[in-house]
């Protein structure tokens, strides 16, 4: 297991840990910023050694009892040295307005929608989200608890263990959030637990093939924990799941003022650059790295009113930028 290297940024106030090298934020984060990046084995001995790193960051003010958001990445069929979920733009815009953030890694090689939608039995997706989120200590959970009890042990004057119910998060103090398969991993938490806030882009829609068509898993109609005003979703009207993704987000409940439709498109000589056969699949995660969409992500996370769709006032083009780690 490789040893810990703790380091001081004096500037900062920044504590950054393991050895490996890292993306830049790790070691040069914006001013006014802390960042952790961890090696998950250092937060729990039944942890294996990765050079996918525990993700946290948070403004140098913010207070003890400041809401916590917790970002979990979509499919990751090779998961990429660095700290998880580091550069994606929702979770930058909630620190920035005042949030403390975190992200580990998880199981998240192969993707549900790979895995369910032939195999006949009904509650197959439950079960996959299920084990994923809460079976033994690399279930995403324990993987979150160990990390907030290890915050608390190097920092315990951020009193992280405010976050921390028994051996469980203490859900109502979490927005849960994610991309593609972390967002079903989100609304799977926000059905079973009371959270702060349940913020999805483009996901859950787990489904089985049926009679010649599909059907969405049961699991997705089950009653929520979480009051409904305090879910929020969207998907790109062009990903090749927006037909399921806008019958899921109904079935779930989530208010239609509560969803964003995205519709920004490519520039002609972004397209150029774009096997046509991959157009559509680039679509499903232009939600959370189009940063045209800012007002839509404020008002997910509950900071200024309720507005209307990022649209209006912009060209009907996406602003390609990159992408690393918003999966």
Request: a neutral charge; one cysteine or more; hydrophobic letters at 35%.
């Amino acid at each position: 297991m490789l040893r810990p290297v703790l380091c001081f940024a004096a500037a900062f106030g920044v504590l950054v840990g393991s050895g490996y090298a890292r993306a830049g934020i790790c070691d040069s984060p914006p001013t006014g910023m802390a960042v952790r990046c961890v090696d998950p084995a250092t937060t729990n001995p039944d942890l294996p050694s990765s050079s996918r790193l525990n993700f946290a960051m948070y403004r140098q003010d913010t207070k003890p009892g400041s809401p916590l958001f917790l970002w979990m990445n979509g499919t990751e069929v090779h998961q990429r040295p660095g700290p998880a979920g580091a550069h994606v733009k929702p979770l930058r815009v909630a620190v920035e307005h005042g949030y403390r953030a975190i992200s580990v890694p998880y199981e998240n090689q192969n993707a549900i929608i790979s895995i369910c939608p032939k195999d006949p039995d009904p509650a197959c997706s439950e079960k996959v989200r299920r084990h994923r989120l809460y079976d033994g200590p690399q279930s995403i959970t324990h993987r979150v608890v160990s990390f907030l009890r290890y915050l608390d042990r190097t920092e315990p004057d951020r009193h992280w263990s405010v976050y921390i119910n028994g051996d469980h998060p203490r859900w109502k103090m979490i927005t849960v959030s994610g991309q593609s398969q972390g967002a079903g991993n989100a609304a799977f938490i926000a059905k079973e637990h009371p959270v702060d806030r349940v913020i999805l882009f483009s996901s859950p829609y787990d489904f089985q093939k049926h009679e010649g068509g599909w059907r969405l898993a049961p699991w997705l109609s089950n009653p929520s924990r979480t009051a409904m005003e305090r879910w929020f979703g969207g998907y790109h009207i062009w990903e090749p799941g927006a037909k399921k993704l806008e019958k899921a987000y109904a079935i779930l409940g989530i208010p239609d003022d509560h969803i964003r439709r995205f519709s920004l498109d490519f520039t002609p000589e972004q397209r150029a650059k774009i096997p046509p056969d991959k157009i559509r699949g680039r679509y499903h995660g232009q939600g959370v790295g189009n940063p045209a969409y800012m007002a839509d992500w404020l008002t997910f996370l509950g900071i200024g009113r309720l507005s209307d769709r990022i649209n209006t006032g912009h060209d009907n083009y996406h602003v390609l930028e990159d992408d690393t780690d918003d999966e």
